[in-house]
Protein backbone atom coordinates (compact mmCIF):
# COMPACT_ATOMS: atom_id res chain seq x y z
CA UNK A 1 0.00 0.00 0.00
CA UNK A 2 1.37 3.42 -0.96
CA UNK A 3 1.76 5.83 1.49
CA UNK A 4 1.50 10.09 0.46
CA UNK A 5 2.21 12.05 3.24
CA UNK A 6 -0.13 15.27 3.81
CA UNK A 7 0.75 18.51 3.18
CA UNK A 8 1.07 18.79 7.24
CA UNK A 9 3.18 16.00 7.32
CA UNK A 10 5.36 17.30 4.32
CA UNK A 11 5.48 20.85 6.09
CA UNK A 12 6.58 19.60 9.66
CA UNK A 13 9.32 17.28 8.02
CA UNK A 14 10.67 19.92 6.08
CA UNK A 15 10.59 22.45 8.81
CA UNK A 16 12.57 19.89 10.93
CA UNK A 17 15.39 19.41 8.66
CA UNK A 18 15.53 22.77 7.96
CA UNK A 19 16.27 23.09 12.17
CA UNK A 20 18.66 20.44 11.85
CA UNK A 21 20.66 22.37 8.96
CA UNK A 22 20.72 25.47 11.02
CA UNK A 23 21.91 23.19 14.37
CA UNK A 24 24.54 22.28 11.88
CA UNK A 25 25.31 25.63 11.40
CA UNK A 26 27.55 27.99 13.74
CA UNK A 27 25.73 30.94 14.79
CA UNK A 28 27.09 33.91 12.81
CA UNK A 29 26.00 31.39 9.83
CA UNK A 30 22.29 31.02 11.40
CA UNK A 31 21.06 34.50 11.82
CA UNK A 32 22.65 35.38 8.42
CA UNK A 33 20.09 32.75 7.10
CA UNK A 34 17.71 33.10 9.36
CA UNK A 35 17.84 37.02 8.70
CA UNK A 36 18.02 36.81 4.61
CA UNK A 37 14.73 34.40 4.80
CA UNK A 38 12.89 36.79 6.97
CA UNK A 39 13.96 40.02 4.60
CA UNK A 40 13.18 37.90 1.34
CA UNK A 41 9.84 37.81 3.78
CA UNK A 42 9.37 41.16 4.15
CA UNK A 43 10.04 42.97 1.22
CA UNK A 44 7.78 40.42 -1.21
CA UNK A 45 4.50 41.57 1.29
CA UNK A 46 2.11 43.62 -0.75
CA UNK A 47 2.04 46.19 2.13
CA UNK A 48 5.81 47.02 1.71
CA UNK A 49 5.70 46.96 -2.11
CA UNK A 50 3.08 49.36 -1.82
CA UNK A 51 4.43 51.75 0.51
CA UNK A 52 8.20 50.93 -1.10
CA UNK A 53 8.77 49.64 -4.62
CA UNK A 54 10.52 46.32 -5.63
CA UNK A 55 13.55 45.65 -7.24
CA UNK A 56 13.74 42.96 -10.11
CA UNK A 57 16.72 42.03 -11.99
CA UNK A 58 16.57 41.32 -15.51
CA UNK A 59 17.13 38.19 -17.37
CA UNK A 60 19.85 38.94 -20.21
CA UNK A 61 21.23 36.21 -22.05
CA UNK A 62 24.77 35.81 -21.61
CA UNK A 63 25.26 37.42 -25.74
CA UNK A 64 24.49 40.74 -24.74
CA UNK A 65 25.57 41.18 -21.12
CA UNK A 66 28.27 44.20 -21.77
CA UNK A 67 29.51 46.67 -19.30
CA UNK A 68 27.07 49.44 -20.20
CA UNK A 69 28.57 53.22 -19.67
CA UNK A 70 26.01 55.07 -21.43
CA UNK A 71 21.98 54.09 -21.97
CA UNK A 72 19.47 56.20 -23.87
CA UNK A 73 15.72 55.45 -23.72
CA UNK A 74 14.32 56.08 -27.57
CA UNK A 75 11.21 56.91 -28.68
CA UNK A 76 10.41 53.31 -30.16
CA UNK A 77 10.62 52.32 -26.29
CA UNK A 78 13.97 50.40 -27.01
CA UNK A 79 17.00 51.48 -24.74
CA UNK A 80 20.29 51.38 -26.45
CA UNK A 81 23.32 50.11 -24.13
CA UNK A 82 26.51 51.09 -24.79
CA UNK A 83 29.67 49.87 -23.66
CA UNK A 84 32.20 50.83 -26.63
CA UNK A 85 35.22 49.05 -24.59
CA UNK A 86 33.78 49.31 -21.74
CA UNK A 87 36.66 50.18 -19.86
CA UNK A 88 38.48 47.14 -20.66
CA UNK A 89 41.89 48.06 -22.26
CA UNK A 90 42.03 44.92 -24.11
CA UNK A 91 38.92 45.32 -25.54
CA UNK A 92 40.22 47.99 -26.65
CA UNK A 93 43.71 46.58 -28.47
CA UNK A 94 41.19 44.03 -29.84
CA UNK A 95 38.75 46.78 -31.33
CA UNK A 96 36.27 45.23 -29.39
CA UNK A 97 33.43 47.65 -29.36
CA UNK A 98 29.49 46.73 -27.92
CA UNK A 99 26.42 48.71 -28.27
CA UNK A 100 23.21 46.24 -27.50
CA UNK A 101 19.33 47.33 -27.82
CA UNK A 102 16.73 46.25 -25.21
CA UNK A 103 13.33 46.26 -25.34
CA UNK A 104 12.11 46.16 -22.06
CA UNK A 105 8.08 45.47 -23.15
CA UNK A 106 9.35 42.15 -24.66
CA UNK A 107 12.66 41.98 -22.77
CA UNK A 108 14.56 40.67 -25.88
CA UNK A 109 18.11 41.88 -27.32
CA UNK A 110 20.12 42.86 -30.43
CA UNK A 111 23.81 43.47 -31.11
CA UNK A 112 24.37 46.61 -33.08
CA UNK A 113 28.03 47.01 -34.74
CA UNK A 114 29.67 49.75 -33.23
CA UNK A 115 32.06 51.43 -35.26
CA UNK A 116 34.16 53.22 -33.23
CA UNK A 117 34.81 53.19 -29.39
CA UNK A 118 32.25 55.18 -27.84
CA UNK A 119 33.49 54.54 -24.19
CA UNK A 120 33.12 57.93 -22.48
CA UNK A 121 31.22 59.58 -25.27
CA UNK A 122 28.50 62.57 -24.72
CA UNK A 123 24.90 61.78 -26.06
CA UNK A 124 21.67 63.76 -26.56
CA UNK A 125 17.98 63.39 -28.32
CA UNK A 126 17.98 65.16 -31.43
CA UNK A 127 14.33 66.57 -32.66
CA UNK A 128 14.00 63.84 -35.27
CA UNK A 129 14.42 61.34 -32.42
CA UNK A 130 17.75 60.30 -33.30
CA UNK A 131 20.49 59.83 -30.60
CA UNK A 132 23.59 61.71 -31.08
CA UNK A 133 27.06 60.12 -30.06
CA UNK A 134 29.97 62.35 -29.86
CA UNK A 135 33.39 61.62 -28.52
CA UNK A 136 34.77 58.39 -26.85
CA UNK A 137 38.41 57.14 -26.81
CA UNK A 138 41.29 57.33 -28.93
CA UNK A 139 44.08 55.70 -26.61
CA UNK A 140 43.40 54.01 -22.73
CA UNK A 141 45.59 55.90 -19.83
CA UNK A 142 48.96 54.61 -18.58
CA UNK A 143 50.33 55.35 -15.06
CA UNK A 144 53.53 56.91 -14.65
CA UNK A 145 55.16 53.15 -13.97
CA UNK A 146 52.77 51.73 -17.21
CA UNK A 147 54.35 54.05 -19.42
CA UNK A 148 56.97 52.62 -21.27
CA UNK A 149 58.09 55.07 -24.32
CA UNK A 150 58.66 58.39 -23.73
CA UNK A 151 56.21 61.16 -25.57
CA UNK A 152 54.03 63.79 -25.11
CA UNK A 153 52.40 67.12 -27.04
CA UNK A 154 53.50 67.71 -30.64
CA UNK A 155 52.78 71.58 -31.91
CA UNK A 156 52.87 71.13 -35.27
CA UNK A 157 53.20 74.69 -37.42
CA UNK A 158 52.69 75.40 -40.67
CA UNK A 159 53.91 78.96 -42.36
CA UNK A 160 52.05 78.42 -45.66
CA UNK A 161 49.22 80.60 -46.30
CA UNK A 162 48.00 78.94 -49.24
CA UNK A 163 48.33 75.07 -48.27
CA UNK A 164 47.52 72.97 -45.60
CA UNK A 165 48.92 69.66 -45.05
CA UNK A 166 47.74 66.61 -43.88
CA UNK A 167 50.29 64.43 -42.11
CA UNK A 168 49.75 60.10 -41.82
CA UNK A 169 49.84 58.46 -38.28
CA UNK A 170 53.60 57.50 -38.23
CA UNK A 171 55.16 60.51 -39.31
CA UNK A 172 58.52 61.10 -37.68
CA UNK A 173 59.84 64.33 -35.99
CA UNK A 174 63.23 64.74 -34.93
CA UNK A 175 65.17 67.23 -32.30
CA UNK A 176 67.43 69.51 -33.77
CA UNK A 177 69.09 70.02 -30.77
CA UNK A 178 68.39 66.36 -28.79
CA UNK A 179 68.46 64.66 -32.28
CA UNK A 180 65.96 62.30 -30.73
CA UNK A 181 63.14 60.93 -33.00
CA UNK A 182 59.76 60.57 -31.91
CA UNK A 183 56.75 59.71 -34.20
CA UNK A 184 52.88 60.63 -34.31
CA UNK A 185 50.65 58.14 -33.33
CA UNK A 186 47.13 59.65 -34.99
CA UNK A 187 46.85 61.46 -38.44
CA UNK A 188 46.57 65.27 -37.94
CA UNK A 189 45.67 68.19 -40.68
CA UNK A 190 47.55 71.39 -40.17
CA UNK A 191 45.73 74.23 -41.86
CA UNK A 192 46.80 77.03 -43.77
CA UNK A 193 48.49 79.74 -42.01
CA UNK A 194 46.73 83.12 -41.70
CA UNK A 195 47.50 86.12 -44.35
CA UNK A 196 46.59 89.79 -43.00
CA UNK A 197 47.07 93.17 -44.76
CA UNK A 198 47.37 96.13 -42.97
CA UNK A 199 45.73 99.70 -44.85
CA UNK A 200 49.76 100.70 -45.40
CA UNK A 201 50.24 97.20 -47.31
CA UNK A 202 52.44 95.49 -45.12
CA UNK A 203 51.29 91.51 -44.57
CA UNK A 204 51.71 89.47 -41.58
CA UNK A 205 51.39 85.74 -41.68
CA UNK A 206 50.46 84.07 -38.41
CA UNK A 207 51.47 80.56 -38.61
CA UNK A 208 48.71 77.92 -37.74
CA UNK A 209 49.40 75.18 -34.84
CA UNK A 210 47.63 71.55 -34.59
CA UNK A 211 48.40 69.14 -32.41
CA UNK A 212 49.09 65.60 -32.15
CA UNK A 213 50.46 63.05 -29.80
CA UNK A 214 53.81 61.43 -30.62
CA UNK A 215 56.24 58.67 -29.00
CA UNK A 216 59.62 57.45 -29.17
CA UNK A 217 60.46 55.02 -31.28
CA UNK A 218 62.29 52.56 -28.99
CA UNK A 219 61.44 52.22 -24.67
CA UNK A 220 64.21 53.33 -22.65
CA UNK A 221 64.87 56.42 -20.57
CA UNK A 222 67.65 57.21 -22.64
CA UNK A 223 64.69 58.43 -25.27
CA UNK A 224 63.10 61.15 -22.76
CA UNK A 225 63.71 64.94 -23.75
CA UNK A 226 64.44 67.29 -21.16
CA UNK A 227 63.91 70.73 -22.24
CA UNK A 228 62.00 72.39 -25.34
CA UNK A 229 63.60 71.76 -28.56
CA UNK A 230 62.80 72.72 -32.15
CA UNK A 231 62.14 69.30 -34.38
CA UNK A 232 62.23 68.69 -38.03
CA UNK A 233 59.35 66.77 -39.92
CA UNK A 234 60.62 63.68 -42.07
CA UNK A 235 60.27 63.62 -45.95
CA UNK A 236 60.01 67.76 -45.87
CA UNK A 237 61.66 69.55 -48.83
CA UNK A 238 62.27 72.28 -49.95
CA UNK A 239 60.13 75.71 -48.65
CA UNK A 240 57.72 72.65 -47.12
CA UNK A 241 60.72 72.10 -44.56
CA UNK A 242 60.73 75.56 -44.00
CA UNK A 243 57.04 75.94 -43.58
CA UNK A 244 56.36 73.01 -41.65
CA UNK A 245 57.68 71.85 -38.10
CA UNK A 246 57.71 71.15 -34.95
CA UNK A 247 57.92 72.30 -31.62
CA UNK A 248 57.73 70.26 -28.08
CA UNK A 249 58.23 70.62 -24.87
CA UNK A 250 59.54 67.81 -23.00
CA UNK A 251 58.43 64.40 -24.08
CA UNK A 252 59.07 62.32 -21.24
CA UNK A 253 57.44 59.11 -18.69
CA UNK A 254 54.39 60.66 -16.84
CA UNK A 255 51.44 59.68 -16.55
CA UNK A 256 49.31 59.57 -19.71
CA UNK A 257 45.56 60.29 -19.38
CA UNK A 258 43.01 58.84 -21.32
CA UNK A 259 42.51 60.90 -24.78
CA UNK A 260 39.55 61.64 -26.75
CA UNK A 261 38.67 61.48 -30.47
CA UNK A 262 36.62 63.92 -32.49
CA UNK A 263 33.98 61.15 -34.44
CA UNK A 264 30.21 61.64 -33.99
CA UNK A 265 27.20 59.54 -34.81
CA UNK A 266 23.86 59.40 -35.35
CA UNK A 267 21.76 56.40 -33.78
CA UNK A 268 18.58 55.44 -35.62
CA UNK A 269 15.99 54.41 -33.66
CA UNK A 270 13.93 52.99 -36.69
CA UNK A 271 16.91 51.46 -38.63
CA UNK A 272 18.86 50.36 -35.39
CA UNK A 273 22.38 51.29 -36.63
CA UNK A 274 24.68 54.27 -36.63
CA UNK A 275 25.22 56.73 -39.20
CA UNK A 276 28.19 58.85 -39.00
CA UNK A 277 28.08 62.79 -39.53
CA UNK A 278 30.76 65.16 -39.38
CA UNK A 279 33.84 65.19 -36.70
CA UNK A 280 33.78 67.62 -34.17
CA UNK A 281 36.58 70.33 -34.09
CA UNK A 282 38.13 69.19 -30.92
CA UNK A 283 38.86 65.75 -30.02
CA UNK A 284 36.41 64.98 -26.62
CA UNK A 285 36.82 62.34 -23.91
CA UNK A 286 33.57 62.91 -21.08
CA UNK A 287 32.28 65.68 -23.01
CA UNK A 288 28.50 66.85 -22.48
CA UNK A 289 26.06 67.32 -24.99
CA UNK A 290 22.84 69.56 -24.42
CA UNK A 291 20.04 70.04 -26.35
CA UNK A 292 19.36 73.63 -27.17
CA UNK A 293 15.81 75.78 -28.11
CA UNK A 294 16.50 75.36 -31.81
CA UNK A 295 17.41 71.59 -31.73
CA UNK A 296 21.15 72.35 -32.26
CA UNK A 297 23.62 70.91 -29.74
CA UNK A 298 26.21 72.25 -27.22
CA UNK A 299 29.08 69.90 -26.45
CA UNK A 300 31.75 71.25 -24.19
CA UNK A 301 34.43 69.81 -21.99
CA UNK A 302 36.27 66.65 -22.32
CA UNK A 303 39.77 65.34 -22.80
CA UNK A 304 41.08 66.23 -26.23
CA UNK A 305 43.45 64.29 -28.35
CA UNK A 306 46.37 64.07 -26.10
CA UNK A 307 44.77 63.96 -22.66
CA UNK A 308 44.32 67.23 -21.72
CA UNK A 309 41.14 68.94 -20.95
CA UNK A 310 39.93 71.40 -23.66
CA UNK A 311 40.77 74.53 -22.95
CA UNK A 312 37.17 75.93 -23.82
CA UNK A 313 36.86 75.88 -27.04
CA UNK A 314 32.85 75.20 -27.29
CA UNK A 315 31.12 73.88 -30.27
CA UNK A 316 27.69 73.59 -31.43
CA UNK A 317 26.11 70.82 -33.75
CA UNK A 318 23.61 71.27 -36.13
CA UNK A 319 21.75 68.30 -37.28
CA UNK A 320 20.24 69.73 -40.07
CA UNK A 321 23.23 70.31 -41.72
CA UNK A 322 25.05 67.73 -39.74
CA UNK A 323 27.78 70.27 -39.33
CA UNK A 324 29.85 71.53 -36.28
CA UNK A 325 30.99 75.02 -35.43
CA UNK A 326 32.86 76.74 -32.71
CA UNK A 327 31.22 79.12 -30.09
CA UNK A 328 32.83 82.80 -30.81
CA UNK A 329 34.04 82.58 -27.46
CA UNK A 330 35.75 80.30 -24.97
CA UNK A 331 34.59 79.09 -21.69
CA UNK A 332 36.31 76.45 -19.30
CA UNK A 333 34.53 73.80 -17.76
CA UNK A 334 35.96 70.46 -16.20
CA UNK A 335 34.64 67.45 -17.57
CA UNK A 336 30.99 65.98 -17.69
CA UNK A 337 29.96 69.38 -16.74
CA UNK A 338 26.06 69.14 -15.56
CA UNK A 339 24.61 72.04 -18.02
CA UNK A 340 20.72 71.99 -17.98
CA UNK A 341 18.74 74.40 -20.58
CA UNK A 342 17.06 77.19 -18.48
CA UNK A 343 14.69 79.64 -19.06
CA UNK A 344 15.46 81.83 -22.48
CA UNK A 345 17.74 79.78 -24.02
CA UNK A 346 20.77 80.44 -21.16
CA UNK A 347 22.62 77.82 -19.71
CA UNK A 348 22.80 76.49 -15.78
CA UNK A 349 25.44 74.75 -14.62
CA UNK A 350 25.18 73.01 -10.56
CA UNK A 351 28.31 72.66 -10.35
CA UNK A 352 28.18 68.91 -11.04
CA UNK A 353 31.15 67.62 -13.08
CA UNK A 354 33.16 64.09 -13.17
CA UNK A 355 36.55 63.43 -13.20
CA UNK A 356 38.54 65.33 -14.72
CA UNK A 357 40.27 69.63 -14.60
CA UNK A 358 42.23 71.74 -11.79
CA UNK A 359 40.24 71.54 -8.84
CA UNK A 360 40.34 75.72 -8.89
CA UNK A 361 38.66 76.50 -12.37
CA UNK A 362 35.27 76.17 -13.69
CA UNK A 363 33.86 74.54 -10.54
CA UNK A 364 31.69 77.66 -9.69
CA UNK A 365 27.68 77.23 -10.16
CA UNK A 366 26.35 79.52 -12.42
CA UNK A 367 24.30 80.95 -15.32
CA UNK A 368 25.82 80.90 -18.92
CA UNK A 369 24.28 83.28 -21.18
CA UNK A 370 25.70 82.18 -24.86
CA UNK A 371 25.17 85.06 -26.83
CA UNK A 372 28.03 87.76 -25.24
CA UNK A 373 29.58 84.78 -23.43
CA UNK A 374 28.29 86.04 -19.68
CA UNK A 375 28.42 83.78 -16.92
CA UNK A 376 26.73 84.95 -13.17
CA UNK A 377 27.54 82.99 -10.54
CA UNK A 378 24.89 81.33 -8.23
CA UNK A 379 25.87 81.59 -4.71
CA UNK A 380 25.68 79.45 -1.68
CA UNK A 381 26.25 75.52 -2.61
CA UNK A 382 27.21 73.87 0.23
CA UNK A 383 30.24 71.84 0.31
CA UNK A 384 31.88 73.16 -2.79
CA UNK A 385 34.98 71.05 -3.14
CA UNK A 386 32.84 67.82 -3.30
CA UNK A 387 30.89 68.39 -6.14
CA UNK A 388 32.27 66.52 -8.48
CA UNK A 389 30.09 63.03 -9.27
CA UNK A 390 27.22 64.76 -7.27
CA UNK A 391 24.08 64.35 -9.26
CA UNK A 392 21.89 67.54 -10.55
CA UNK A 393 17.95 67.41 -11.39
CA UNK A 394 15.77 69.65 -12.86
CA UNK A 395 12.81 69.07 -10.63
CA UNK A 396 9.11 68.78 -11.30
CA UNK A 397 7.40 70.29 -12.59
CA UNK A 398 9.96 72.35 -15.17
CA UNK A 399 8.30 75.05 -14.93
CA UNK A 400 9.52 75.78 -11.15
CA UNK A 401 13.18 75.89 -12.80
CA UNK A 402 14.35 74.45 -9.28
CA UNK A 403 17.47 72.31 -9.30
CA UNK A 404 18.65 69.73 -7.15
CA UNK A 405 22.15 68.85 -6.55
CA UNK A 406 22.61 65.31 -4.64
CA UNK A 407 26.03 63.90 -2.68
CA UNK A 408 29.54 64.30 -4.49
CA UNK A 409 33.00 63.80 -3.55
CA UNK A 410 36.22 65.24 -3.53
CA UNK A 411 38.05 66.01 -6.79
CA UNK A 412 39.81 63.26 -8.80
CA UNK A 413 40.66 60.36 -6.16
CA UNK A 414 39.65 62.16 -2.76
CA UNK A 415 37.89 60.62 -0.16
CA UNK A 416 35.68 63.02 0.72
CA UNK A 417 32.44 63.03 0.44
CA UNK A 418 28.73 64.77 1.54
CA UNK A 419 25.56 63.41 2.12
CA UNK A 420 24.16 66.89 1.78
CA UNK A 421 21.53 67.72 -0.81
CA UNK A 422 21.38 71.29 -2.52
CA UNK A 423 18.67 73.11 -3.86
CA UNK A 424 18.14 76.82 -6.01
CA UNK A 425 15.36 78.04 -7.22
CA UNK A 426 16.25 79.88 -10.91
CA UNK A 427 13.63 82.56 -10.32
CA UNK A 428 13.74 84.14 -7.44
CA UNK A 429 15.42 87.77 -7.83
CA UNK A 430 18.92 86.70 -6.82
CA UNK A 431 19.30 82.96 -6.98
CA UNK A 432 21.25 80.82 -4.12
CA UNK A 433 21.29 77.51 -3.35
CA UNK A 434 20.53 76.52 -0.02
CA UNK A 435 20.21 72.85 2.24
CA UNK A 436 17.44 70.51 1.57
CA UNK A 437 17.31 67.02 3.59
CA UNK A 438 19.67 64.44 3.58
CA UNK A 439 20.40 61.56 1.45
CA UNK A 440 20.57 58.01 2.73
CA UNK A 441 24.32 57.99 3.18
CA UNK A 442 27.39 59.88 1.94
CA UNK A 443 27.61 59.23 -1.61
CA UNK A 444 29.47 59.88 -4.13
CA UNK A 445 27.84 58.44 -8.08
CA UNK A 446 23.99 58.32 -7.26
CA UNK A 447 21.87 58.10 -9.71
CA UNK A 448 18.73 59.94 -9.74
CA UNK A 449 15.33 59.59 -11.91
CA UNK A 450 12.29 61.97 -12.14
CA UNK A 451 9.04 60.06 -11.63
CA UNK A 452 5.90 60.79 -13.42
CA UNK A 453 4.11 61.53 -10.29
CA UNK A 454 6.84 64.75 -9.66
CA UNK A 455 8.98 63.18 -7.22
CA UNK A 456 12.20 62.10 -7.88
CA UNK A 457 14.16 58.58 -7.25
CA UNK A 458 17.43 58.65 -6.05
CA UNK A 459 19.32 55.38 -5.61
CA UNK A 460 22.95 53.55 -4.80
CA UNK A 461 26.46 55.36 -5.11
CA UNK A 462 29.53 54.74 -2.88
CA UNK A 463 30.98 56.55 0.24
CA UNK A 464 34.39 56.31 -1.54
CA UNK A 465 36.10 56.79 -4.70
CA UNK A 466 35.04 54.18 -6.84
CA UNK A 467 33.34 52.06 -3.85
CA UNK A 468 36.88 51.60 -2.20
CA UNK A 469 36.64 49.53 0.67
CA UNK A 470 33.65 48.22 0.27
CA UNK A 471 31.70 51.40 0.79
CA UNK A 472 28.69 50.52 -1.99
CA UNK A 473 25.70 52.19 -0.32
CA UNK A 474 22.62 49.70 -1.32
CA UNK A 475 20.14 52.43 -0.26
CA UNK A 476 17.37 54.36 -2.47
CA UNK A 477 14.76 56.99 -1.27
CA UNK A 478 12.02 59.40 -2.99
CA UNK A 479 12.14 62.74 -2.43
CA UNK A 480 8.97 64.98 -3.09
CA UNK A 481 9.57 68.61 -3.77
CA UNK A 482 6.18 69.28 -2.49
CA UNK A 483 6.95 68.58 0.68
CA UNK A 484 10.63 68.86 0.34
CA UNK A 485 10.77 65.68 2.14
CA UNK A 486 13.21 62.64 1.74
CA UNK A 487 11.54 58.80 2.47
CA UNK A 488 13.63 55.15 2.39
CA UNK A 489 12.31 52.85 0.02
CA UNK A 490 13.07 49.71 -1.25
CA UNK A 491 16.60 48.91 -1.02
CA UNK A 492 18.79 47.89 -4.49
CA UNK A 493 19.87 44.63 -5.20
CA UNK A 494 23.61 45.26 -5.62
CA UNK A 495 26.25 47.88 -5.07
CA UNK A 496 26.33 50.27 -8.06
CA UNK A 497 28.88 53.65 -8.28
CA UNK A 498 30.95 54.52 -11.13
CA UNK A 499 30.00 54.10 -14.74
CA UNK A 500 26.27 53.34 -13.61
CA UNK A 501 23.04 55.29 -13.78
CA UNK A 502 19.30 54.76 -14.15
CA UNK A 503 16.59 55.65 -16.51
CA UNK A 504 12.67 55.67 -16.46
CA UNK A 505 11.26 53.71 -18.51
CA UNK A 506 7.56 54.02 -20.60
CA UNK A 507 5.53 51.79 -17.97
CA UNK A 508 6.45 53.65 -15.21
CA UNK A 509 9.35 51.62 -13.85
CA UNK A 510 13.13 52.17 -13.42
CA UNK A 511 16.33 50.43 -14.87
CA UNK A 512 19.50 50.74 -13.31
CA UNK A 513 22.57 49.41 -14.76
CA UNK A 514 26.39 49.36 -14.50
CA UNK A 515 29.06 49.85 -11.48
CA UNK A 516 32.55 49.92 -12.11
CA UNK A 517 34.33 49.66 -8.69
CA UNK A 518 37.93 49.13 -7.67
CA UNK A 519 38.54 46.07 -5.46
CA UNK A 520 36.14 43.80 -4.98
CA UNK A 521 36.89 43.50 -1.54
CA UNK A 522 37.00 46.02 2.06
CA UNK A 523 40.56 45.31 2.06
CA UNK A 524 41.27 46.51 -1.47
CA UNK A 525 43.60 44.06 -2.55
CA UNK A 526 41.01 42.14 -5.00
CA UNK A 527 40.83 43.58 -8.34
CA UNK A 528 36.78 44.20 -9.14
CA UNK A 529 34.51 42.93 -11.46
CA UNK A 530 32.25 45.13 -13.54
CA UNK A 531 28.27 45.02 -12.40
CA UNK A 532 26.58 44.24 -15.84
CA UNK A 533 23.28 43.21 -14.04
CA UNK A 534 20.25 45.44 -14.74
CA UNK A 535 17.55 45.47 -12.61
CA UNK A 536 14.11 47.29 -12.07
CA UNK A 537 12.41 49.32 -9.60
CA UNK A 538 8.89 49.05 -9.99
CA UNK A 539 7.73 52.28 -7.71
CA UNK A 540 4.79 52.53 -4.99
CA UNK A 541 2.14 53.97 -7.34
CA UNK A 542 2.37 50.46 -9.74
CA UNK A 543 1.13 48.87 -6.58
CA UNK A 544 -2.23 50.29 -6.14
CA UNK A 545 -5.24 48.79 -7.81
CA UNK A 546 -5.79 51.10 -10.70
CA UNK A 547 -4.13 53.39 -13.28
CA UNK A 548 -4.79 55.94 -15.43
CA UNK A 549 -5.35 54.76 -19.28
CA UNK A 550 -4.75 57.04 -22.55
CA UNK A 551 -6.38 54.60 -24.97
CA UNK A 552 -5.05 56.88 -27.85
CA UNK A 553 -1.21 55.30 -28.11
CA UNK A 554 -0.84 56.22 -31.92
CA UNK A 555 2.98 58.48 -31.76
CA UNK A 556 1.56 62.10 -32.79
CA UNK A 557 3.04 65.14 -33.53
CA UNK A 558 2.18 68.43 -31.56
CA UNK A 559 3.64 71.86 -31.88
CA UNK A 560 4.52 73.96 -29.10
CA UNK A 561 1.51 75.88 -28.00
CA UNK A 562 -0.79 73.56 -29.92
CA UNK A 563 -3.71 71.49 -28.15
CA UNK A 564 -3.91 67.73 -28.96
CA UNK A 565 -6.82 65.22 -27.69
CA UNK A 566 -6.68 62.07 -26.16
CA UNK A 567 -9.15 59.67 -25.36
CA UNK A 568 -8.88 58.07 -22.01
CA UNK A 569 -10.74 55.51 -19.73
CA UNK A 570 -12.28 57.11 -16.58
CA UNK A 571 -11.27 61.01 -17.40
CA UNK A 572 -12.85 62.39 -14.73
CA UNK A 573 -9.92 60.60 -12.56
CA UNK A 574 -7.14 62.48 -14.29
CA UNK A 575 -5.35 65.09 -12.03
CA UNK A 576 -2.34 66.30 -14.17
CA UNK A 577 -0.97 65.51 -17.40
CA UNK A 578 3.22 65.63 -17.37
CA UNK A 579 5.32 65.74 -20.75
CA UNK A 580 8.75 63.43 -19.77
CA UNK A 581 12.17 63.89 -22.33
CA UNK A 582 13.58 60.32 -22.10
CA UNK A 583 16.70 60.47 -20.55
CA UNK A 584 20.02 59.70 -21.67
CA UNK A 585 22.45 59.06 -18.67
CA UNK A 586 26.31 58.60 -18.50
CA UNK A 587 28.90 59.09 -15.56
CA UNK A 588 26.46 60.65 -12.89
CA UNK A 589 25.14 62.95 -16.25
CA UNK A 590 21.52 63.17 -16.93
CA UNK A 591 20.87 66.31 -18.12
CA UNK A 592 18.22 65.30 -20.82
CA UNK A 593 15.35 64.36 -18.51
CA UNK A 594 12.40 66.82 -17.34
CA UNK A 595 9.21 66.41 -16.71
CA UNK A 596 7.11 69.77 -17.87
CA UNK A 597 3.48 69.90 -16.65
CA UNK A 598 0.46 70.53 -19.08
CA UNK A 599 -2.35 72.73 -18.91
CA UNK A 600 -5.41 70.37 -19.87
CA UNK A 601 -9.37 69.72 -19.99
CA UNK A 602 -10.80 66.85 -19.09
CA UNK A 603 -13.57 66.27 -22.09
CA UNK A 604 -16.34 63.71 -22.18
CA UNK A 605 -13.90 60.68 -23.04
CA UNK A 606 -10.61 61.98 -22.63
CA UNK A 607 -8.68 65.01 -21.98
CA UNK A 608 -7.39 67.76 -24.53
CA UNK A 609 -3.84 68.85 -23.44
CA UNK A 610 -2.33 72.14 -24.23
CA UNK A 611 1.55 72.43 -24.65
CA UNK A 612 3.81 75.51 -23.36
CA UNK A 613 5.01 77.70 -26.33
CA UNK A 614 8.90 77.58 -24.72
CA UNK A 615 11.10 76.15 -26.42
CA UNK A 616 13.44 76.37 -23.38
CA UNK A 617 11.05 75.04 -21.36
CA UNK A 618 10.11 72.07 -24.14
CA UNK A 619 13.29 71.98 -26.64
CA UNK A 620 12.34 69.88 -29.77
CA UNK A 621 12.64 65.71 -29.93
CA UNK A 622 10.11 63.16 -28.68
CA UNK A 623 8.54 63.16 -25.37
CA UNK A 624 6.94 60.85 -22.48
CA UNK A 625 2.62 62.40 -22.08
CA UNK A 626 1.29 60.64 -19.15
CA UNK A 627 -2.24 60.93 -17.27
CA UNK A 628 -1.24 60.79 -13.56
CA UNK A 629 -4.39 60.30 -10.83
CA UNK A 630 -5.18 62.23 -8.14
CA UNK A 631 -3.07 59.58 -5.96
CA UNK A 632 -0.11 60.23 -7.86
CA UNK A 633 -0.59 56.99 -10.34
CA UNK A 634 0.87 57.68 -13.74
CA UNK A 635 -0.48 55.85 -16.91
CA UNK A 636 1.38 54.04 -19.70
CA UNK A 637 3.68 56.67 -21.70
CA UNK A 638 2.36 57.75 -24.97
CA UNK A 639 4.70 59.06 -27.41
CA UNK A 640 4.74 62.47 -28.59
CA UNK A 641 6.83 64.59 -30.74
CA UNK A 642 7.58 68.19 -30.63
CA UNK A 643 8.62 69.57 -33.96
CA UNK A 644 11.53 72.82 -33.99
CA UNK A 645 9.33 76.23 -32.78
CA UNK A 646 9.85 78.35 -35.98
CA UNK A 647 12.29 80.92 -34.95
CA UNK A 648 13.18 79.24 -32.12
CA UNK A 649 17.42 80.29 -30.91
CA UNK A 650 19.61 78.84 -28.92
Not at 99 to 113: A, C, H, M, Q, R
Not at 151 to 173: I, Q, S, W
Not at 237 to 263: C, P, V
Request: net charge positive; aromatic share 10%.
Amino acid sequence: MNFRPSRRTRRLAIGTVAVLALAGMNGPAAYRYGTDKYHDYKINRPGYKKRNGHWDVVDVPREYRINTIHAALLHTGKVLLVAGSGNNAKNFAAKSFRSVLWDPEKNTFKNIPTPKDMFCAGHTQLPDGKLLIAGGTQRYEKLGGDVEKAGGLMLVHNENPDKPKTFPAGTRFTGKASGKTFESKDPLLVPRARKTEDAAGKVTITPSVARVYVEALRKGRQYQTGAEDNYRIEGQTGTDARNFYGIAEKLSFDKKDFQGIKEAYEFDPVAERYVTVDPMHEARWYPTLTTLPDGKVLSVSGLDEIGQVVPGKNEVYDPETRKWTYLPEQRFFPTYPALFLADDGKIFYTGSNAGYGPADEGRTPGIWELDGNTFQPVPGISDPDVLETSMSVLLPPAQDQRYMVLGGGGVGESSKVTARTRLVNLHDTAPRFTDGPDLYGKVRYPSSVILPDDTVLTTNGSGDYRGRGASNVLKAAIYDPRTNAMRRVADPLVGRNYHSGALLLPDGRVMTFGSDSLFGNKANSRPATFQQQIDLYTPPYLYRPTRPELTDTAPRTVALGGTAAYRAARPAEIARMRLIRPGSFTHVTNIEQRSVALDFTRTRDGVSVTLPKDPSLVPPGWYMLEAVDRHGTPSRAVWVKVPVAPGAGG
